[in-house]
Nanobody
Framework: VQLQAFGGGLVQAGDSLRLSCAAS????????MGWFRQAPGKERMFVGG????????AYEDSVKGRFTISRDNARNTVYLQMNSLRPEDTAVYYC????????????????WGQGTLVTVSS
């Protein structure tokens, strides 16, 4: 099983960035997907999640209205579209897969990607 997150980089405040997470080795449509992030010196936290069908999503309050999670089950890929980026969004972003449904509780995820760094300059 492999989850590969990519698309991070250095951007300026106000810019947009789209992260992708490609899954292999699992039946992707059986899994809810979550995005988490870990800022320097802080614990990893839930950013948002999407159900196995894509029909339900949830977001952490600070990203609501700016970030959008979507998925393409035919491509085994989940996306995190990030708009209006702020310096406080700087973090390593991780994708994770949990059988059937996403959750904001990290230990319940079955698989994790390696993370991709997003740096937002002011």
């Amino acid at each position: 099983v492999q989850l590969q997150a990519f698309g991070g980089g250095l951007v300026q405040a106000g810019d947009s960035l789209r992260l992708s997470c490609a899954a292999s080795g699992i039946t992707f449509s059986d899994y809810g997907m979550g995005w988490f992030r870990q800022a320097p010196g802080k614990e990893r936290m839930f950013v948002g999640g999407i159900s196995w069908s894509g029909g339900r999503t949830a977001y952490e309050d600070s990203v609501k209205g700016r970030f959008t999670i979507s998925r393409d089950n035919a491509r085994n890929t989940v996306y995190l579209q990030m708009n209006s980026l702020r310096p406080e969004d700087t973090a390593v972003y991780y994708c994770a897969a949990r059988y059937r449904q996403y959750t904001d509780y990290e230990p319940q995820y079955n698989y994790w990607g390696q993370g991709t760094l997003v740096t937002v300059s002011s």
